[in-house]
């Protein structure tokens, strides 16, 4: 059975023209009543990364939480805002992105997704057990509203990747720690989190999406649209599609394609309403690849004497540096010190890239390996 997914243009971020974007593109897959019924408890799910100005890319605009809110209801369901932000809470970060003042002006309540249960995962392809915050699964269903973004590790973030907010911010560092240096087997992890909780519709914000130094340094790009899909994977390959990406590049959708998930197949889905060309973005910036497909099959000896030529690796900008440490704060593995600069083991460093997602002055680069320049498309 083929996928849908609708899209939608959307120029401005006026409450009218999203409510109406968003409306339209969830009525071509079957309208609201398709995911809502009346007295459920609906989870809305941003991307509240870090507190932010709307502005700035890096969360889910204020007008599309509104219209999913709306949405929610008017089909009769009950919404609930949250999220699990790395760094703060959930209602501390929406009040500087602007969420806040929305979800007050509707009485939706905002909740942190801070209280961390392991959960059993039967249907399991890489890890059999999963922790999730226990007020994800006190609701009836998830509505997932991530945002079009670039993202050091994981090449882009958009609807699948979104879902890792599900994880409460302090495990989230064990996890990125769990999976190592090896971006298959956190995609793999983020895959079969998204699969164990199915969120019902994904909305995706691409009015203004960000490239480059993804996910929190980057810079805002004018892509002019709203996207929906009741599956994600499916969304998020359409999206590789508008933006020129190449699937091989994204390990979630990499790693969707090895487990046999027909909806990463594009050939299997349905685009509704404006066709991918419609809404190309050409010359998007993308982010360094993190390693190479050769770095992945090289002997063990090998890979220890190589990796760090031909791995990407954060790089500090000491010029743009405040010394505020967030970045050794929130490092995984513990590679990072402060000493009248910022020093970074790389010999122990995971390269998940948590440090360049969190620091507030974007002194944190992506920089590629020297061997890794040498080999172009690798």
């Known amino acids: 059975m083929s996928s849908e997914v609708s899209i939608l243009k959307c120029n401005e971020y006026s409450d009218a023209e999203v409510k109406g974007a968003v409306k339209e593109a969830v009525d071509l897959i079957g309208g609201a009543s398709r995911f809502i019924k009346r007295g459920e408890r609906i989870l809305i799910k941003p991307n509240l990364l870090a507190g932010k100005p709307p502005d700035a890319a890096v969360t889910t605009h204020p007008a599309v939480v509104r219209a999913a809110i709306e949405l929610v209801k ?26 806040a003042r929305v979800a007050e002006a509707l009485s939706v309540e905002v909740v942190d997704l801070a209280t961390a249960v392991t959960v059993e995962n039967p249907s399991s392809r890489t890890f059999k057990r999963l922790e999730i915050a226990k007020e994800v699964l006190e609701v009836d269903g998830i509505i997932n509203l991530p945002k079009l973004k670039t993202h050091a590790q994981m090449y882009l973030t958009m609807g699948v990747k ?3 907010g599900c994880v409460p911010g302090k495990r989230k560092v064990q996890w990125h720690f769990s999976a190592g240096i090896h971006a298959d087997d956190f995609a793999g992890m983020i895959l079969d989190l998204y699969l164990h909780l199915r969120p019902r519709l994904t909305i995706i914000d691409a009015v203004v999406s960000m490239e480059g130094n993804g996910p929190a340094s980057g810079s805002a790009r004018r892509t002019g649209f709203v996207a929906a899909s009741p599956d994600a994977i499916a969304l998020d390959r359409v ?4 933006l020129g990406a190449r699937v091989t590049d ?17 050939s299997t889905i ?5 066709g991918v060309d419609d809404v190309r973005a050409e010359g998007f910036e993308f982010p360094p690849l993190i390693s190479t497909n050769f770095a992945s099959v090289l ?10 030529a031909l791995t990407s690796r954060p790089h500090i900008e000491d010029s743009r540096c405040r010394l505020c440490a ?6 995984p593995a513990e590679t ?7 020093v970074i083991d790389y010999d122990r460093c995971i390269r998940c890239f948590c440090c360049q997602e969190m620091c507030p002055w974007h002194a944190i680069s992506v920089k590629e390996g020297w061997l890794k320049r040498l080999l172009p498309g690798m």
Do not use: H, W
Request: aromatic share 4%; glycine share 12%; net charge neutral.
């Open 162 to 164: 979104n879902i890792f």
């Open 250 to 266: 994204v390990p979630i959708l990499k790693k969707a394609a090895e487990y046999g998930i027909e909806a990463s197949d594009l």
């Open 74 to 99: 008017e089909a009769g369901g009950v919404p609930v805002v949250g999220d699990s932000p790395a760094v703060g809470n959930a209602m501390k970060v929406a009040e500087k992105c602007g969420i």
């Open 239 to 242: 999206m590789v599609e508008v």
């Open 326 to 331: 967030l970045c050794v704060r929130v490092c």
């Open 299 to 308: 002997p063990g000896f090998l890979d220890r004497r190589l990796r760090k």
């Open 336 to 342: 990072m010190t402060e000493a009248g600069r910022i």
């Open 270 to 274: 349905d685009v509704l309403g404006q």
